[in-house]
């Protein structure tokens, strides 16, 4: 078996099992009231994480480039309560311009 | 690394941050242990995430089991309805259109791979983080929520430099803590 193949079958694997972690375990039952306040919070921590890394991380390092004038765009259409699509779009033009200007 | 491999990962993986991962660390020569390790640890995430998801996903054990693996990202987070709860039948549509999407988007990639060179040019890689934002805002309800997400961008931004992908995120899973105080 080539390494491409023990990698995708042993990710694939893992990755079954680590979503199934929690409808596996607690599937259609209420979580324990404690966790329940704990997990609600989840979102917007682990949301407001993502946003960060994917538009400042680097390869071990973080970057100031074309990513951050697409967020300053989906923050301004935010700010004019713009559809979501219009959001995500507005993130990627600006960026794309960003690029094609050269930064 | 051939066609057919590609296809099969994204069909039984769908994660793409871990298959981008685990793709990179073998292109750039890493053995296939550390393309394993990176890959896993990019989805420890959706072990707390499912945790969220667990409430209104019952019945029988494999179809449990079957609709987890819908969990993606994407799907989670458009299917948040306010106060950690998320809808079911938005998360199984949104999952399987993606998983639709995911599959023939890899089988397209494997077949026209160059033609289109670098997505970075059309700006994609900003429209994600995009996408969290708008649902991120509809998430700050509460000064408590407010306090975790600020906590969870900062303990992942500080932690960029110091680890390996992947890491940042699921340590900034933690910030959902200041939920035990009350």
Same mark, same amino acid.
């Given at each position: 078996?080539?390494?491409?193949?023990?990698v995708?079958a042993?990710?694939?694997a893992?990755?079954v =099992?680590l979503?199934?972690?929690g409808?596996?375990l607690?599937?259609?039952r209420?979580l324990?009231?404690r966790?329940t306040?704990?997990? *609600?919070?989840?979102?917007?921590?682990l949301?407001?994480?993502l946003?960060a890394v994917?538009?400042?991380g680097?390869? !071990?390092?973080l970057v100031l480039d074309?990513r951050?004038?697409?967020?300053?765009a =989906?923050?301004? *259409?935010?700010?004019? !309560? =713009?559809?979501?699509?219009?959001?995500?779009s507005a993130a =990627?033009m600006?960026?794309?311009?960003t !690029?094609?200007?050269g930064? | 690394m051939?066609?057919l491999?590609?296809v099969v990962?994204?069909a039984?993986?769908f994660?793409?941050s871990?298959?981008f991962?685990a793709a990179?660390v073998?292109?750039?020569g890493?053995?296939?242990l550390g393309?394993?390790g990176?890959?896993?640890?990019?989805?420890?995430?959706?072990?707390?995430?499912?945790?969220?998801v667990?409430?209104?996903l019952?019945?029988?054990l494999?179809?449990?089991l079957?609709?987890?693996?819908l969990i993606?990202d994407e799907? $989670?987070?458009?299917s948040q309805?306010?106060?950690g709860?998320?809808?079911r039948?938005?998360?199984v549509?949104?999952?399987?259109t993606?998983?639709?999407g $995911?599959?023939g988007?890899?089988?397209l990639?494997?077949?026209?791979?160059?033609?289109?060179?670098?997505p970075?040019?059309?700006?994609?890689d900003?429209a994600?983080?995009?996408?969290f934002l708008?649902?991120l805002v509809?998430?700050?309800?509460?000064?408590q929520?407010?306090?975790?997400a600020?906590?969870?961008?900062t303990?992942?931004l500080a932690l960029?430099p110091?680890s390996?992908p992947g890491?940042p995120?699921i340590a900034?899973a933690?910030?959902c803590l200041?939920g035990?105080?009350?």
């Open positions: 078996m080539s390494p491409v193949w023990t995708g042993a990710v694939g893992a990755t =099992a979503k199934a972690t409808p596996v607690f599937g259609g209420e324990p009231p966790l306040g704990v997990v *609600a919070l989840l979102a917007p921590a949301l407001a994480a946003v994917q538009i400042l680097g390869d !071990r390092q074309a951050l004038v697409g967020l300053a =989906a923050v301004a *259409a935010l700010a004019l !309560r =713009a559809p979501i699509l219009v959001v995500v =990627a600006a960026t794309a311009l !690029r094609a200007a930064f | 051939g066609a491999a590609p990962m994204s039984t993986a994660a793409g871990a298959q991962a990179s073998l292109a750039t890493g053995g296939a393309a394993i990176a890959a896993v640890l990019l989805n420890a995430r959706y072990a707390p995430i499912s945790l969220t667990a409430p209104v019952g019945g029988p494999l179809s449990r079957l609709q987890s693996q993606v799907s $989670w987070a458009v309805v306010g106060g709860r998320v809808d039948r938005l998360i549509g949104a999952g399987l993606l998983y639709v $995911w599959l988007g890899t089988a990639g494997v077949v026209g791979a160059g033609v289109v060179g670098n970075a040019r059309f700006g994609l900003a994600f983080p995009a996408l708008a649902l509809a998430q700050l309800s509460s000064r929520a407010l306090v975790a600020v906590l969870g961008a303990i992942a960029v110091f390996s890491v995120i900034a933690a910030a200041v035990l105080r009350r």
